[in-house]
């Protein structure tokens, strides 16, 4: 059974940084990716960005690009978000997701597995 396991987040001054993990098990797949999402009150979820677990193809929304990372690191079967240059609209809950197939990477509707979520708040 796949599991993601959220940690990170809380509330940071604008301009600051966080950095968001999400520990992957049960994953048996051979080349899945990781993505990560976020949904403000009143609004619609967000795809914010993904990276393949080869990190072969990656994915960084406008919203965020040059600020936010997806990284990984294999021996601990983790996926990080590290956010940097963070804005109040940035404030959201954050959610990270497994899609089985890199492949389809941009493909919202394949990320079947889903964290808890954890919530950022970015202010002053």
């Known amino acids: 059974q796949v599991q993601l396991v959220q940690s990170g987040g809380g509330f940071v001054q604008p301009g600051g940084s966080l950095r968001l993990s999400c520990a992957v098990s049960g994953a048996t797949f051979n080349n899945y990716a990781v993505g990560w999402f976020r949904q403000a009150p009143g609004k619609e979820r967000e795809f914010v960005a993904a990276r393949s677990w080869s990190g072969d193809s990656s994915y960084h929304a406008n919203s965020i690009k040059g600020r936010f990372t997806v990284s990984r690191d294999s021996a601990k079967s983790a996926v990080y978000l590290q956010m940097n240059g963070l804005k109040p609209e940035d404030s959201a809950v954050y959610y990270c997701?497994?899609?089985?197939?890199?492949?389809?990477?941009?493909?919202?509707?394949?990320?079947?597995?889903w964290g808890q979520g954890t919530q950022v708040t970015v202010s002053s």
């Open positions: 997701a497994a899609n089985p197939d890199s492949t389809w990477l941009l493909d919202i509707t394949r990320y079947a597995y």
